[in-house]
């Protein structure tokens, strides 16, 4: 299956239905009052994280995803039937950005987390809610107010309790396939591994742990050279590094040259990254070669305090001690979740109600959410749902503060794309 590790799509919460003017007829009930009953609630939007996927792809054919309408309400306070949510899964791991801002808003980090993602438009009420002692026969009722809608750039990182880093052919596809059951192609070329590969790990004896076979890294990887910045990424979440280095490529002179590289590579990209546990599984040691250069490497690595294990991934040799090692790391090592943003947590926020600004063509533009869903829930074709409107605006303030701008009796407002003449209001 291909790998699809990011996606932009567009979050859609139903629109609440409208609310009915509509009054009793019953017989032998010649003064029926109102009984128009309420919208029903639109339906909302949500992502939850699963285990069952563990890649975006299957959601990349589809790029808009809504949720259901709440229907109109309907005569004897018949109250419409709310709008069906909306539940998208997606991989367990998954970041989720506004699209537009590039603002994280959540991480998916657990199997079965659920997240409201935008609430779906409040039903219009019907008249008989609008009955009081001083209005016995309202014949006025709300339209459903709109689902709210957001673009969304999901991103996938991997979560891995290990991750395998090391130069292009350095033996990590083989080492993953020889350990677990996972299959990636095997060939003798630069970036062999087009895809991150997840496998499970089985020690006898050991606890079981998650293992990520990561593209071959090249210098410049951190600048998004070759594979670079897009796979990089996905090691982020995993407790400890494997680096797996060829023994048959070392240079005497400089034995741990190609795990600096790699090093260094992954401190530029995140020095988070780069403070991990690293392990090391010196690699290809069936091959002739590597025995002396293997001596040369052991000792500059253990002077730096590194753990080195003399592997053959091609015939297995010495990878059992290894798994064991990363069994224990893996079980010992906690991993971190990333920060994460959540709207609905930012407390004491004052948000004016509503702005006024004029535009260059000499238009006054109004916006506010509070506005704006009252435009968007008065039925401008019943002159009992106007009288309301104004009203409302008058309770806001609106009127007020209309007053004091320097605007022409001829001037247009725009409140939610509905124009209105600045003598309207008065």
Partial sequence: MKFIDELIITAVSGKGGDGMVSFRREKYVPMGGPSGGSGGDGGDFYLEATDDLTTLYDLSFKRTYRAGNGTNGGSKDMTGALGEDFILKVPTGTLVYDADTN???YDLDHNGHKQLIVKGGKGGRGNASFSSSVMR?????????PGDSITLKLELKLLADIGLAGLPNAGKSTFLRAVTNAKPKVADYPFT???PILGIVKPEGAPSFCIADIPGLIEGAHEGVGLGTRFLKHIERTKAVLHVVSMSDIDPEEPLKNYDTVSKELDKFSHDLAQKTAVIAANKMDLPESKENY???KEEAEKRGL?????SAATGEGTIPLLKYLAQL???LKYIPQDKANKEEKLYEFIPPYKIEKQEDGTWLVTGADITRLVYMTDFTNPDAILRFKSKLKQMGFIEDLALIEAEPEDTIDIANMLFEYREFF
């Fill in 103 to 105: 603002e994280l808003l």
């Fill in 137 to 145: 026969a309202p014949r006025v009722a709300e339209k459903g107010e």
């Fill in 193 to 195: 591994t087009l895809n």
């Fill in 295 to 297: 001596e040369a490497f």
């Fill in 307 to 311: 753990k080195v294990f003399p592997i």
């Fill in 330 to 332: 893996a079980a010992q």
